[in-house]
Nanobody, 121 residues
Framework: QVQLVESGGGLVQPGGSLRLSCAASGIIFSIDTMGWYRQAPGTERELVATITSGESTKYADSVKGRFTISRDNVQKMVYLQMNTLKPEDTAVYYC???????????????WGQGTQVTVSS
């Protein structure tokens, strides 16, 4: 079993900052790409940012220049530093990781339970 646990969400004013963290635990041989997705009420879940095991990053156009994704491969953590937050960033943020549990197994995607981010004055 693999668990992803997010933390760091909350209420922040427009222009403020938050840092999300996600910790992976359980039976893990290796972790490939890790990422953050978000879902606002009434919308589809969308990609925010991803980072490969080699630390190549990708961002949604809407967050480029404001959000930074990073990871700690030893601690099996992924982070999302969110600056200059806007009301339209309000959503539930989900951590995602492509995990190989055992060396002979096929990698599969795992999701965290989500953490709420609300940007409002």
């Amino acid at each position: 079993q693999v668990q992803l646990v997010e933390s760091g969400g909350g209420l922040v004013q427009p222009g403020g900052s938050l840092r999300l963290s996600c910790a992976a635990s359980g039976i893990i041989f290796s972790i490939d790409t890790m990422g953050w997705y978000r879902q606002a009420p009434g919308t589809e879940r969308e990609l925010v940012a991803t980072i490969t095991s080699g630390e190549s990053t990708k961002y949604a156009d809407s967050v480029k220049g404001r959000f930074t994704i990073s990871r700690d491969n030893v601690q099996k953590m992924v982070y999302l530093q969110m600056n200059t937050l806007k009301p339209e960033d309000t959503a539930v943020y989900y951590c995602n990781a492509i995990v190989t549990r055992l060396r002979i197994e096929t990698p599969r995607a795992y999701w965290g339970q989500g953490t709420q981010v609300t940007v409002s004055s």
